[in-house]
């Protein structure tokens, strides 16, 4: 009998034990908050909005408030962020503090200070702050590892909601590599963590209090999905920032399609994984290693290409002057060559023209001499004017286009307010379309 209890306990205990391996509980969101609530901070803007002064705006503000519109006029807006050490860099996106005339930072403990902005990068919509604060307030944040994130896996937004300081919203994964096509280097984090106005900038942290994620946006329309910056990706921008104060990129010099499964047949490949090449820019990285047109990329660095949003991304990240293997399949056999990725060139305009651009929404390519429109943002005064992504920009307000100080020129013609006077090639059609210009 007592060989019996003895028996009966021992298989009690191992089934507990196994209840608890196989229960699903929640974790403590208190302790992530407790832990990571003092590495995050509030980030309030201000800038200037000029007002039109024509005699039109002019009666009706008249007839609404007794007086001539003032000139310009202060908007505030505010974001979040997170401490990347303890010299004072902050992290936040660029979207917070475009175009700002001044920017002010609160920590957790209440303090409040200036803020410089040490660089950003609109291509993934990141910005370096940094402030002038004592060492002991500042508690830098831990960076995690995005790459091992799983779909599933509990996150929790932090940041300052319609300010709301430090609201904790908490979500899972619910996908990765998500691509919206707003930025050039579209990568993101898709959550069902509560993300609103204000959030941005703010970290997305995994269970143990690691930031692998940031906060940038949401659709208006949906419930309940946001998005967020890997951390992977933010860390070579903010490092690159620290350092020189700008983000430089490889170029490899090709463009290409996903490999369908109707022209993975045709080329006798059995799965329908990879990039398929579809031209190859002349004098570039990609045409001197040997690769040409038809080829179909596999594998970049030592990674499969299972899509060819992939490429763009992991050619940024490698820094110019790298030699990388490529794998290929050309004609049904696997070739290795071998690139030296070369800088990505800007078009080399000028900081103002760059801050027009960001602010029509327009992203500019230049393509065998000519300036093609490689990317137009949702809702952006482009966008909303009819500009189109691979238009041909013939002339900007009446100035043929045909270098970077031609387009510097073009714009400097803009006034506050006014409008931009596109003419672009479409389809062998030339068009004119009147963007307008909210800059100050």
């Not at 699903?24 to 201000?46: G, H, K, M, Y």
């Not at 779909?151 to 319609?162: D, Q, R, S």
């Not at 899972?172 to 050039?184: D, N, P, Q, T, W």
């Not at 269970?207 to 860390?235: C, D, R």
Request: aromatic fraction near 8%; proline fraction near 5%.
């Amino acid at each position: 009998m007592k060989r019996l209890w003895i028996f009966l306990s021992i298989v009690l205990i191992f089934t507990a034990v196994q209840a608890k391996d196989k229960c699903i509980c929640l974790p403590d969101f208190s302790l992530v908050a407790e832990r990571v609530n003092p590495s995050v901070v509030n980030v309030f803007t201000t800038r200037i909005v000029r007002l039109p002064q024509n005699d039109v705006f002019s009666f009706f503000f008249s007839q609404l408030y007794g007086r001539r519109p003032p000139k310009e006029l202060k908007k505030r807006s505010l974001g979040s962020g997170f401490i990347l050490d303890k010299k004072g860099f902050i992290a936040t996106n660029y979207h917070v503090v475009k175009a700002a005339s001044e920017i002010k930072v609160k920590l957790y403990n209440g303090s409040v200070y200036e803020a410089q902005v040490i660089g950003y990068d609109p291509g993934t919509d990141l910005a370096l702050l940094k402030i002038n604060a004592p060492k002991s307030q500042l508690k830098p944040a831990v960076l995690g590892d995005s790459d091992k994130l799983k779909i599933g896996e509990w996150v929790l937004a932090i940041g300052n909601p319609f300010g709301l300081s430090y609201t904790v919203t908490a979500g899972i994964v619910s996908a990765k590599g998500r691509i919206l096509g707003e930025k050039a280097y579209d990568q993101f984090i898709q959550t069902d963590a509560s993300i609103n106005p204000g959030n941005s900038g703010g970290p997305l942290v995994n269970i143990k209090g690691e930031v692998v994620g940031i906060n940038t946006a949401i659709i208006a329309k949906a419930q309940g999905i946001g998005f967020a910056i890997p951390i992977n990706m933010a860390k070579n921008v903010f490092s690159q920032l620290i350092k020189t104060g700008k983000v430089v990129r490889g170029w490899f010099g090709v463009e290409a399609i996903n490999l369908t499964s109707n022209l993975a047949k045709k080329l006798g490949i059995s799965e329908p994984k990879g990039a398929y090449v579809t031209s190859v820019v002349k004098g570039s990285p990609a045409e001197k290693a040997g690769i040409k047109r038809g080829d179909v990329i596999i594998r970049f660095n030592g990674k499969e290409v299972k899509k060819t949003s992939d490429l763009p991304l992991w050619v940024a990240e490698t820094a110019p002057g790298t030699k990388v293997p490529v794998e290929i399949i050309r004609n049904g056999k696997v070739i290795k060559v071998y690139v030296v990725l070369e800088e990505l060139k800007e078009l080399g305009v000028s900081e103002r023209t760059k801050r027009i651009l960001s602010i029509l929404g327009i992203k500019l390519d230049k393509k065998d001499g000519k300036f093609v429109i490689s990317q137009v943002a949702p809702r952006s005064p482009a966008f909303e004017s009819g500009i189109q992504k691979q238009d041909i920009i013939l002339e900007i307000n009446r100035v043929k286009i045909k270098d970077a100080s031609s387009i510097d020129r073009a714009f400097s013609r803009v006034r506050p307010g006014g409008f931009v006077l596109f003419k672009v090639l479409r389809n062998r059609r030339k068009l004119y379309i009147a963007v307008q210009a909210p800059i100050r």
